[in-house]
């Protein structure tokens, strides 16, 4: 199997929950990232994303198209305009919020007929997860231990009953719960692993998108896109990881990941 050497990374999110006003405690720049809803360009020394690309060259990506909404013009300038020596990176546009399977179907052009990882602007993985996924140079999804995401404090244990619930058998998904709530992952207990939106994914993920119905929110749902793949017996390498994913989704994360981020060193 070839190794992948694609990434796309879901930038167009709206921020919703950043914008909100809560006791996070920002400085003036990092405010104005807030209050735009541009999570991926929070500064931290440099902008979160920049964290988060490193972490893909290092796992061997070499193109990565960010997947952007109309209005998200201090992305682009800003990459539009930065010397990347390890990483090639284009753009594209996701014209309305419709869902995460949605901005996937925006870069159908950058991926083609390759496989190619997929993952969220607003976490930063673990080097090992995106290495190994690309490595495997098939469909495959990296799940996370309840255990491992709650050992830091940073994620709150009933925002992880809202993340999609992984089930696997020999090493394989069979089925990826999304919003399973509270009582679904209580009930898995030290079993539970959870998607974080992490996905290697085959070109035909395209197709399934095409047809696929919207989910209760009105989305277009990449999980559950993931899951129709399954249904038709694409089968999806499991790979679990006892570790944290730095989440940054509201104002209060930013102190915590500002923590983390200290002294890191970036090379893109």
Not at 1 to 16: D, Q
Not at 74 to 103: K, M, N, W
Request: hydrophobic share 50%; charged share 20%.
């Amino acid at each position: 199997m070839n190794r992948i050497r694609k990434a796309v990374v879901l930038a167009a999110g709206l921020g919703t929950r950043m914008r909100a006003a809560d006791t996070g405690s920002l400085d003036p720049a990092q405010a104005h990232a807030a209050d735009a809803g541009l999570k991926a360009m929070m500064p931290f020394g440099r902008p979160f994303l920049d964290f988060a690309l490193d972490a893909l060259a290092d796992a061997g990506i070499a193109e990565v198209c960010l997947v952007i909404g109309p209005a998200h013009d201090a992305i682009r300038r800003y990459y539009e305009h930065l010397r990347t020596d390890r990483l090639a990176i284009s753009f594209a546009v996701q014209q309305e919020p419709r869902g995460t399977a949605d901005a996937v179907r925006a870069a159908r052009a950058f991926s083609a007929d390759d496989f190619f990882l997929a993952l969220n602007a607003d976490n930063l993985y673990p080097v090992e997860a995106c290495r190994m996924l690309a490595a495997q140079g098939a469909a495959a999804t990296a799940a996370f231990s309840r255990a491992g995401l709650l050992r830091d404090g940073q994620i709150a244990p009933e925002r992880i009953a809202a993340f999609a619930l992984i089930e696997s058998a020999d090493g394989r998904l069979t089925r990826v719960r999304e919003k399973p709530g509270a009582a679904a992952v209580a009930e898995a207990g030290e079993d539970a692993y959870v998607s974080m939106n992490l996905w290697a994914l085959p070109p035909d993920i395209h197709h399934v998108i095409d047809v696929l119905p919207p989910s209760p929110r009105g989305e277009l749902e990449l999980p559950l896109a993931v899951q129709a793949l399954v249904d038709r017996g694409v089968p999806f390498t499991v790979f679990y990881f006892d570790a944290a994913v730095l989440d940054l989704s509201q104002r209060s994360d930013v102190a915590f990941v500002a923590a983390r981020l200290q002294g890191r060193q970036v090379s893109l």
